[in-house]
């Protein structure tokens, strides 16, 4: 959702490119969503475009951009400069990545819940909805998840600033769509203890158990969660990585955002995010959506 909303507003040039052809594209009103799926050219021109999930849509929107595509000339298909100048006035949040810190993956979804023949058909998505995000720690902060003295049967209460990040930027209700975060004043109950279970070497084997509650307001519909967090981990005290990452939560959701989807489905409704360690690849840089969030200010600031 952060890149959505910085290509939107920013003006860093990929920001400006962005602009040049989603004005053009499905959605012109000033000040609506960008959202969709935009075919364009390295220059800006736009080939086609339209918001939808439909892979026959999809598909004859890629076939119609294709056939646009072949009718231009190459000096209109690419930029007029070499867009490498450009490269040090791009200030993607990609810039802070963790690279000797902990990114994890996570993944939300609905759990099951008894059959509501009430619903549309086409409604039935829903079932399968999922939606996923990257969570970012420093290096410094994974350490903090362990006790000082990593020694077997030893606890520590993770930091407060880590189950903030946890509560208000990444155990929210986006798996319909985009949401919004918490604020550190809506976390009503935040716990994060992490147990030595054993120590071979340099490798510490950790358990992870908690609870956290957040809420936007009092009403029962409201956008509110109550999790319950289970995991296990190994650090590399060497290293000074985690080898193995892997936590759940699982609780309730209840209310809805603007725009996750949850409108006609506000009742208290089963949830569950998994955390799990990820790869290190181009595609797993993506910044968590919330990165501009507070709660990442120690990411975001190299503190």
Excluded at 90 to 103: A, H, N, S, T, W
Excluded at 107 to 129: F, G, H, I, V
Excluded at 134 to 158: H, K, S
Excluded at 230 to 242: I, N, Q, S, V
Aim: net charge positive; glycine share 8%.
């Amino acid at each position: 959702m952060y890149r959505l909303q910085n290509l939107q507003t920013g003006t860093d040039p990929e920001c400006r490119l962005f602009q040049k052809f989603a004005e053009q594209g499905h959605s012109r009103l000033a000040g609506a969503t960008r959202q969709g799926i935009y075919v364009a050219t390295p220059s800006g021109i736009l080939l086609a475009s339209l918001n939808s999930n439909d892979p026959e849509r999809v598909a004859d929107v890629l076939r119609r951009a294709l056939d646009k595509w072949q009718t231009l000339s190459r000096e209109q298909r690419l930029l007029p400069d070499d867009p490498r100048k450009q490269t040090a006035d791009i200030k993607r949040p990609e810039r802070f990545y963790p690279k000797d810190g902990l990114v994890l993956h996570v993944t939300s979804r609905d759990m099951p819940r008894p059959a509501d023949n009430s619903k549309p058909a086409k409604q039935s998505w829903w079932k399968l909805a999922w939606n996923q995000d990257y969570a970012w720690f420093t290096n410094r902060e994974a350490r903090q998840f362990l006790p000082a003295v990593p020694q077997a049967g030893r606890r520590r209460d993770v930091p407060i600033s880590i189950i903030h990040r946890l509560a208000c930027a990444h155990l929210v209700d986006n798996v319909r769509g985009q949401t919004v975060p918490f604020e550190e004043n809506q976390v009503t109950k935040a716990r994060l203890v992490a147990e030595v279970t054993g120590v071979d070497a340099n490798v510490v084997t950790l358990r992870l158990e908690g609870e956290t509650r957040t809420a936007d307001g009092e009403g029962p519909r409201n956008h509110g969660l109550e999790m319950r967090l289970l995991g296990k981990a190994t650090y590399d005290l060497t290293d000074e990585r985690f080898r193995t990452f892997e936590m759940v939560a699982v609780g309730s959701r209840r209310g809805g955002t603007q725009n996750n989807s949850r409108r006609g489905d506000v009742d208290e409704g089963p949830i569950a995010m998994l955390f799990a360690l990820a790869g290190d690849g181009p595609c797993e840089r993506v910044p968590p959506a919330f990165c501009e969030h507070r709660v990442y200010r120690p990411v975001v600031s190299g503190k």
